[in-house]
Antibody, heavy 117, light 113 residues
Framework: EVQLVESGGGLVQPGGSLRLSCAAS????????MNWVRQDPGKGLVWVSRIESDESRTVYADSVKGRFTISRDNAKSTLFLQMNSLRAEDTAVYYC??????????WGQGTMVTVSS | DIVVTQSPDSLAVSLGERATINCKSSQSVLYSANNKNYIAWYQQKPGQAPKLLIF???TRESGVPDRFSGSGSGTDFTLTISSLQAEDVAVYYCQQHYGPPLTFGGGTKVQIK
């Protein structure tokens, strides 16, 4: 069964850092582009970042550029999102999503990040 | 950036009736090299992650019932549920997958009348 399982969310103070992980199983992780997408509570979906299959290229939304870093460990089938200088507006459920080209074919269940003092 | 706008924000349809959701992109998402329109549709039920229904504007993802169909070209697209079932109650999002930044519409909530 194809599965993505996120972890690492929690409560953090403004200006703090958090590292999210997404463990993949049931497919050849190294063959797929991977993404992070977030959803503010009760609101819509916002794409955050993408990393290509061989880790060679990364792309970010302007709202997180310079603060967030996407990476992957193909040997461990794991995707990461290092989030620094967190702001209240980063509060959201963060989903990892397997790319279907630039669409999102498989999603994890999400992990909640709350930025608050 | 390509802005994606959905309408309506919500709609209520009787069981077995047709539901239609519109999506408009601020610029064409037709890729001339392969003549494909880069619009995807997702379904999100309460408490769940989104699920891909359609990509390239009209290609159904594997396992998606054929009552879901997508159409359109250029900047104007439509998701149609031909005969609404109770399990189709959800929020539906369109997304342009033409290129980053990848952007979503604001969502359309579909309910039973």
């Amino acid at each position: 069964e194809v599965q993505l399982v996120e972890s690492g969310g929690g409560l953090v103070q403004p200006g703090g850092s958090l590292r999210l992980s997404c463990a993949a199983s049931g497919f050849t992780f190294s063959e797929y582009w991977m993404n992070w997408v977030r959803q503010d509570p009760g609101k819509g979906l916002v794409w955050v970042s993408r990393i290509e299959s061989d880790e060679s290229r990364t792309v970010y939304a302007d709202s997180v550029k310079g603060r967030f870093t996407i990476s992957r460990d193909n040997a461990k089938s794991t995707l990461f999102l290092q989030m620094n200088s967190l702001r209240a507006e980063d509060t959201a459920v963060y989903y990892c999503a397997r790319g279907r080209g630039n669409a999102f074919g498989v999603w994890g269940q999400g992990t909640m990040v709350t930025v608050s003092s | 950036d390509i802005v994606v706008t959905q309408s309506p924000d919500s709609l209520a349809v009787s069981l077995g009736e047709r539901a239609t959701i519109n999506c408009k992109s601020s610029q064409s998402v037709l890729y001339s090299a392969n003549n494909k329109n880069y619009i995807a549709w997702y379904q999100q039920k309460p408490g769940q992650a989104p699920k891909l229904l359609i990509f390239w504007a009209s290609t159904r993802e594997s396992g998606v019932p054929d009552r879901f169909s997508g159409s359109g070209s250029g900047t104007d697209f439509t998701l149609t549920i031909s005969s609404l079932q109770a399990e189709d109650v959800a929020v539906y999002y369109c997304q342009q997958h033409y290129g980053p930044p990848l952007t979503f519409g604001g969502g359309t909530k579909v309910q039973i009348k």
